[in-house]
């Protein structure tokens, strides 16, 4: 009878042990799951702010606002026909 108690005893250990080896295991999962959504999060907004960089990006790089600026604030013009000089090497 001792071992038949002594083989209860450690079947009820071991499934003991094992529950809370499921218990551990659903918790780090569900962390971990927590952690990718937060990254995943922060992918898309660097996505959006990206996306609202190159937009920016190519309004303030568009042809005629350079144009707009060196005319306004460097005081450039386009040069005459008669002012261009072709230098020949």
Known sequence: ??????????LVVLNM?????????KHNSRMLFKKTRVLSDAID????????????ESTL????RIEELATSKLGMRMPE????????K
């Open 45 to 56: 907004r660097a996505n959006v702010d990206w996306g609202r960089l190159q937009i920016e």
């Open 17 to 25: 042990m094992t529950a809370l080896g499921v218990i551990y295991s």
């Open 61 to 64: 790089a568009r042809y005629g």
């Open 1 to 10: 009878m001792s071992g038949l108690r002594t083989a209860i005893v450690c």
């Open 81 to 88: 026909h008669a002012e261009i000089e072709t230098v020949l």
